[in-house]
T-cell receptor
């Protein structure tokens, strides 16, 4: 089992749609969780951290389920500008901050 | 303020040549990471520097790869005797740890093509 697994997509949705991505991780000792966004031929940029209680930032909501070892990202009212690859990132844990990146989920928002 | 910068932005080299890639982290960031990303692939961790501690080299794919960080700031990734499979985007990230998390800020990357 890969350390961090994501459905590569692509998810092809119309503007205004709600879309959700899931990510599973294998290391139960992982402590830190993030979603990054990567545009084509650009570097990854932090979208949001993921906290145990779940957190929201505008149209974006992240959830963590430690028991099932997955995190999710919900995007409401999709915009064309949301088209990108979304990377799930999980730290190794056990005192290590070194992150493991998923291969990403591609989102295409069309008019 | 200034972000993470990397140079060169693009590098084309011949198989067997050595290359050096440079990363200037955000001032004050104690942690520095190198990754590589092949076309259509995820980020592959290479090496991690944290302050004055010994670097974590566990991700380096072979002994042809090495990196150093001078004065706790600028870092250089060196690939000796390059091979075609080394072609990828090499990304550098720096971070400052707060509490139990740290957010990474990435540079624009160096696109390496080995012919």
């Amino acid at each position: 089992r890969k350390e961090v697994e994501q459905d590569p997509g692509p998810f092809n949705v119309p503007e205004g749609a709600t879309v959700a991505f899931n990510c599973t991780y294998s290391n139960s000792a992982s402590q830190s969780f993030f979603w990054y966004r990567q545009d084509c031929r650009k570097e990854p940029k932090l979208l949001m951290s993921v906290y145990s209680s779940g957190n929201e930032d505008g149209r974006f909501t992240a959830q963590l389920n430690r028991a099932s070892q997955y995190i999710s990202l919900l995007i409401r009212d999709s915009k064309l500008s949301d088209s990108a690859t979304y990377l799930c990132v999980v730290s190794r844990g056990g005192g290590s901050y070194i992150p493991t990146f998923g291969r990403g989920t591609s989102l295409i928002v069309h008019p | 303020g200034a972000g993470v910068s990397q140079s060169p932005s693009n590098k084309v080299t011949e198989k067997g040549k050595d290359v050096e890639l440079r990363c200037d982290p955000i001032s004050g960031h104690t942690a520095l990471y190198w990754y590589r990303q092949s076309l259509g692939q995820g980020l592959e961790f290479l090496i991690y520097f944290q302050g004055n501690s010994a670097p974590d080299k566990s991700g380096l794919p072979s002994d042809r790869f090495s990196a150093e960080r001078t004065g706790g700031s600028v870092s250089t990734l060196t690939i000796q005797r390059t091979q075609q499979e080394d072609s990828a985007v090499y990304l550098c990230a720096s971070s400052h740890r707060t509490s139990y998390q740290e957010t990474q800020y990435f540079g624009p990357g160096t696109r390496l093509l080995v012919l």
